[in-house]
């Protein structure tokens, strides 16, 4: 079924059109929350935050872009706010750190790095500070970033997202890679 | 190539972004160099990481979870229209009775206790017992001369 017909379906309160949509956008609206967010439960939130607010919206949605980019704008603008918001202590998030570790650490066993705990504990490491430097990087550059790498968005896609042009999205991706080269260069000399 | 740039292409050079010529040249430096290949691994398994996380799947009850919290938002709520104007006017009412009631409770304390004249203490102090009423005779003089 089109997008068109499925707002249209969503729009009468259709169950079945919003399941449909859910369907087909959830895991790419988890990927980009998972990029902005580093953590499954936070982006499960968001992606539930997400659709809350697609249902709510979808009557003032007037097809001036693509559903797929309006939903990716709502799961973007969700996700910064979140982390604007996001003022736990950091004695909280360690603690949040160790229950829901064993979560990443599954995901980085399951996907080839073995069940040596040293590696483990080296990936965990590398994990931390690719997010920190993620994180660090400038807001335009970060959002372009993560659409790309996490959810494998085109140029172009990106540039309808963000509302700029080309040429924009490939300098701000550019910047982005040179800075996150340079951090993470900078912290392996250092180790 | 040297290893100032190699170091600025690595990223490049992993992304497959960079054109053939100097991919070339900078695979004949990892070669060499090994201080730039641990860098270029390094960096190889961190930009991996994207790819571990990508993996990583929502919680497979996440469509149920956000119909209810879809229900519970087309459930009609009931609204207490007395309540909000209940709560303005029983927190303050609340509030000064309590601190009327510190005030008063302050008052009554500082008015029950009477003082004392000089005299009326000298006399309480000289009936006082000293702590130590057996200085004729302390404990270490009594063991010595117990013999």
Known sequence: MSDSGLIDKIKRGDQQAFKLLFDK????????????????????????????????????FRADSKLSTWIYRIAVNKSLNFIRDNKRSKWLKSIETILTGAIRNDVEIKHGSGYDPEMI???????????????????????????????????KQISEVMDISLSSVESLIHRAKKNLQEKLLNYYKKN | MNCKEVNKNLIFYIEKELQAERELELQEHLKDCHDCNVLFLNLKETMAIVTKEKAAKPNPFLFTRIQEEISNLEKPRKVFL?????????????????????????????????????EQSMVYQSDEFYLNDLQQETIESFLLTEE
Not at chain 1, 38 to 59: G, L, M, P, R, W
């Open chain 1, 25 to 60: 956008y959830h895991l790419r609206v988890f990927n980009t929350c998972m990029g902005f967010l580093h953590n499954k439960n936070d982006a499960d939130d968001i992606t539930q935050e997400v659709f809350i607010e697609v249902y709510k919206s979808i009557n003032k």
């Open chain 1, 121 to 155: 504990l080296e990936n965990k490491e590398k994990a931390e500070m690719l997010h920190k430097t993620i994180d660090s990087l400038p807001k335009n550059q970060k959002i372009a970033f993560t659409l790309n790498k996490y959810d494998d968005l085109s140029y």
């Open chain 2, 82 to 118: 007395w309540k909000p104007n209940f709560i303005k006017i029983l927190q303050p009412v609340t509030l000064s009775f309590f601190l009327l009631v510190g005030v008063i409770f302050g008052i009554s304390m500082g008015n029950s206790i009477q003082y004392q004249t000089p």
